[in-house]
């Protein structure tokens, strides 16, 4: 998200939301990338993300190959430079990589001439989900600039909110980042978003609420003391939600834990646009494959 | 099985008796489900069912993702009700669902807007299982209704003999049930067919036997004392098959057991139909993508 | 590669050639293949191999479904012969088989009616490996006959250096085998090629190294003494390069282990057709897919 323009990311959004329609359609096909090959190299398991990229695809008739971690040669020892030197010489267009290194797909992009598309890595970013997020947003208000968006939980340990905050920002909005110290990073301040310990206070006004998945191998690193305490000072309910703007969007990048960070009433209340974050996801990769390899190129 | 009229039954069977030709073509493919997404989703491992929902999906031209429990986000803990609202989100249209819950698909069905197919779940029902036996008995003798239906070997823990104990009773069949006492479940009998403890009494005048796989995790939980007293006792052999009539067809879900539910001989003999079966599940699942998603829709 | 004529073999690597071209297109698909369905069956993970295959399968517009190891019935006890004839009666026009157990592929081709192919057994052959390390020298140096090819490494455990032996031999080049004594096996001169265990000897004159992986667990096995004292006498180096011909080409079937049996700046440098290697198998398979399945048929 950094490297993109205000520009860039408009064109982006405007794509996914022309090409949305497709997947409504009876026949959700278009010829636009036949004879494309995009490769989803995944190192860490994911259904939402790979699957919704496969679909993307597909959908825009692009041959598809997939490689995870548990079947690939890192078994055997490979360094990811030499597995990606040796898919490029299979001369894929695009490869989707989702890794536990951070760097990992600009590492990738350096190597090779195909396209390659970040799609998670370790806790550093993960656009495609900003960029959804954006459209989501975009879709349901009409405007990014000027909004106030709180995104609540393990900042720290999260490359949701590291690319959502760097979007937004650059897109004019508020942001403002809340969560228990021993979740916030020190100096996370400069990527433009204020810090609060509070929960009330980074909900007070909010347009949007981006609330993050709590991983449970952080209640063993003792950053928080238990799912129950950590649902009472910073999960999303009903009643935390009472400062917040009338018509506040909330979104989650899945998978939910519910009851923990988030309420059951809250994640399938009215103000919850979890699911059209999922649809949305679609369409934002079928902009991406189509702005990286349709067309002109 | 149970929700199926006749008519629907008898519709089901002549569509994959028409589709079943597809297969033999030099091009073994029809464009009816271009643009058609369709997501097998398995939650337990399979090879054939698997590969033969894929297989049918794609001479139909639709476009196939697949999931399975290893790299699904079942492993971060989410539920299979959002699990299933995040790929309804995607807008496929169709779920093929395999579950290790008993009414999982039934579930799933209800929350989605998709077509769900039950691909097996838990020990309750594999309607596609039965559809596809039926067909094959149907091809073989010109009809269902009045034959004689042995089912033999683990009626309590199989799927497979709960969804054509009710197939075949509806289309007029005469179904017996018999096994070890330790694997055949009180009341069955309400499902209309008797059951016997004895193989001889159940193959008396056959002209279908079906052989359940035996699980060698029962043998461990004491339900048969070893694989070798269940062959003796419960075991298809040539000699066994002397009372069945002259034209019996003996069938089995696979995979098999050689030597323990069923012997080679007779699984590679002149009476078996189990690869018949197979050639027959990938029309039969044809049949069924083409009802729900083709035409019309 | 035993089986295969001379001119089989140019045969297989003129269609290469000719299909080679499709992957550099902006459209790297021809519909030569369409409706035929392809099964990729990997009892061992692979990655390149893997999807060296599925791309060239895709590029010709097959249809491909993949199964591996862990997803198959081989989980539940089930024979290959079982699970080979299953697939059969799914009518697959090919099937593409990883196996660990020398043979395998062999004793599938007398089973089913389907086109076989061997994408490496055990430690008996890897004939595709063979067939696109030949068309990479051959594209190189205008002819294989009357090449010095040096063949360096665990040659006992590597069905790369048995294929590629018996291939190289039958097309007029002169092979010769290196390796640590405990990793020669006895008689293997049988197959047309000396042996020695001094790597010099065998690089001296050398047009072309093939240089083999080697296994980590051999050294648990006591078959050398420790990576370090394997490359130090074994590893291809710069220095251990000075024998051999100026023009001389240096491959390896990869995944690499950099520093152990080649340095890096031997697999990076200018004499290195590594990564021509991968792009070559990609045609060649596509050369095998449309030999086997295309036109006539």
Redesign the interface.
């Given at each position: 998200m950094e490297s993109l323009s205000v520009g860039e990311i408009e064109l982006i959004l405007d794509t996914a939301e022309s090409l949305k329609e497709i997947?409504?359609?009876?026949?959700?096909?278009v010829p636009t990338l036949?004879?494309?090959?995009v490769?989803h190299f995944?190192y860490e398991?994911?259904?939402?993300t790979?699957?919704?990229f496969?679909?993307a695809a597909?959908?825009l008739s692009a041959?598809t190959?997939s490689?995870?971690a548990?079947?690939?040669?890192?078994?055997?020892?490979?360094?990811l430079v030499?597995?990606a030197?040796?898919?490029?010489?299979?001369?894929?267009?695009a490869i989707v990589l989702r890794h536990s290194a951070a760097g990992a797909p600009h590492m990738l992009a350096r190597l090779v001439d195909a396209s390659v598309i970040n799609a998670g890595d370790g806790m550093h970013a993960h656009p495609t989900q900003a960029l959804l997020d954006m459209l989501t947003v975009r879709e349901k208000k009409g405007r990014l600039s000027g909004l106030r968006v709180a995104i609540i939980g393990d900042i720290a340990h999260s490359r949701v909110a590291r690319s959502n905050t760097v979007a937004f920002v650059k897109m004019g909005a508020h942001v403002i980042l809340a969560g228990p110290p021993t979740m916030i990073p020190k100096g996370i301040e400069t990527l433009g978003a204020p810090v609060t310990y509070h929960t009330q206070e980074a909900l007070k006004g909010a347009d949007v609420i981006i609330v993050l998945r709590i991983q449970?191998e952080r209640q063993q690193a003792f950053l928080f003391p238990s799912e129950r305490e950590y649902a009472q000072c910073y999960g999303l309910t009903t009643e935390s939600l009472v400062g917040a703007k009338d018509d506040v969007l909330i979104l989650h990048p899945?998978?939910?834990?519910?009851g923990v960070e988030i309420a059951p009433e809250v994640a399938d209340g009215p103000y919850s646009v979890i699911?059209?974050?999922?649809?949305n996801?679609?369409a934002l990769r079928m902009a991406i494959f189509y702005l990286l390899l349709g067309g002109a190129?």
């Open positions: 997947s409504t359609r009876p026949i959700k096909k036949r004879g494309k090959t490769v995944f398991p994911s259904t939402r790979r699957t919704s496969e679909i597909k959908r041959d190959v490689i995870s548990s079947t690939s040669s890192m078994v055997k020892g490979e360094t030499d597995t030197k040796n898919l490029e010489a299979m001369n894929p267009d449970k899945g998978p939910m834990n519910r699911l059209e974050q999922v649809a996801g679609v190129r």
